[in-house]
C-alpha cells in the first residue's frame, strides 16, 4: 500500500503547482467541513491523509517515513495517560 501511496504522491506533487503547508492547509479545512456535513462518507477524510502526505513531501519526507513515525506516534499514545482540558480537548499528562 505504501508504495501506491508514494507513487500517487510523487505523481500529484508533480501534476500541482503547489503543494505546501499552507495550500495543504486549505484543502484540509476545506475537507474536514466536507466530512462534517457528510458524515457516511469517508473519502474527505482520506483526501486529508492525502494533504497530509502531500505536504510532508513538500518537505521532503516520504510516505514510509510518515507511516513510520505515524507507528511510534500511535506507539508512544497507548503508553501515555490522558487528561482531558476544559476546551474538550485531550492532553497527554
Known amino acids: 500500500m505504501r508504495d501506491v501511496l508514494q507513487q500517487s504522491v510523487n505523481k500529484l506533487h508533480d501534476i500541482f503547482d503547489n503543494t505546501d503547508m499552507d495550500i495543504e492547509w486549505k484543502k484540509m479545512q476545506n475537507k474536514f467541513e466536507e466530512a462534517k456535513y ?26 514510509k517515513m510518515v507511516m513510520d513515525s505515524l507507528e511510534e506516534v500511535a506507539d508512544k499514545n497507548l503508553k501515555r495517560k490522558w487528561k482531558k482540558m476544559s476546551d474538550g480537548t485531550y492532553q497527554a499528562i
Open 38 to 63: 457528510n458524515p457516511g462518507d469517508v473519502t474527505p477524510l482520506a483526501d486529508c491523509i492525502f494533504s497530509i502526505l502531500l505536504a510532508a513531501r513538500s518537505r521532503g519526507f516520504t510516505v
